[in-house]
């Protein structure tokens, strides 16, 4: 079944303790990215790779680290997580980012830091 | 700069029909998706317009005016699964022809 998988779905975790959410799909797919989703902010682009060894910033990047070493997977890393971070994460992928392709989304991660 | 407009909320009646609307400004505008988010759920692809005009597909349709900056989803029929938040989101500029995001329209289908 082609998909996209998170994990962890649900985390709560302590200020400044790091931690990675991972990401993966099986459907091939070049373009990956990273989005959180707050209440009546939307989904804001954190990172997104167009390629294995390529990434780039979205338009909330600051306190996260993203790495493609692999075409599959697309970690996001938060090296001393705040408060502030508390948010819906969603991973989603695309053939392509060009030509309309549409993104699949991974089910989500819900993180709490307290 | 770049934006996106769409009604926070709307409710409509079980087999009714319902229009949302999306306004949009983008720089480099390629095409324009909808999404449909369950609560608590990940978005789901609905449909893609490039081209001017209304595409249909089941109770769902899409139409976009590239020179009006404007598109609408039109749902037909209304079913109570129907009650979710409608994302829209318009392609912009750049090498990562970036998906700039409306904040959604959340539906409320009542019986």
């Known amino acids: 079944e082609a998909q996209v998988t998170q994990n962890p779905r649900y985390l709560i975790t302590v200020t400044g303790k790091k931690l990675t959410v991972t990401c993966s799909q099986n459907?091939?797919?070049?373009?990956m990215s990273w989005y959180r989703q707050d209440p009546g902010l939307g989904l804001r682009q954190i990172y997104y790779?167009?390629?294995?060894?390529?990434?780039d910033k979205g338009d909330v990047p600051e306190g996260y680290k993203v790495s493609r070493k692999e075409k599959r997977n697309f970690p996001l890393i938060l090296e001393s997580p705040s408060p502030n971070q508390t948010s819906l994460y969603f991973c989603?992928?695309?053939?392509?980012?060009?030509?309309?392709?549409?993104?699949?989304f991974g089910p989500g991660t819900r993180l709490t830091v307290t | 700069g770049q934006n996106i407009d769409q009604p926070t909320e709307m409710t409509a009646t079980e087999g009714a029909i319902v229009q949302i609307n999306c306004t949009y400004q983008t720089s480099g505008f390629n095409g324009l998706f909808w999404y449909q988010q369950h609560a608590g759920e990940a978005p789901t692809f609905l449909s893609y317009n490039v081209l001017d005009g209304l595409e249909e597909k089941g109770r769902f349709s899409s139409f976009l005016s590239r020179s009006k900056g404007y598109s609408y989803l039109l749902l037909k029929e209304l079913q109570m699964k129907d009650s979710a938040s409608y994302l829209c989101a318009a392609t912009g500029a750049g090498n990562n022809r970036k998906l700039i995001w409306g904040l959604g329209t959340s539906l409320a289908v009542n019986p």
């Open positions: 989603a992928s695309s053939l392509q980012i060009a030509g309309g392709y549409e993104q699949y």
């Open positions: 459907m091939n797919h070049e373009y």
């Open positions: 790779s167009m390629n294995v060894e390529v990434t």
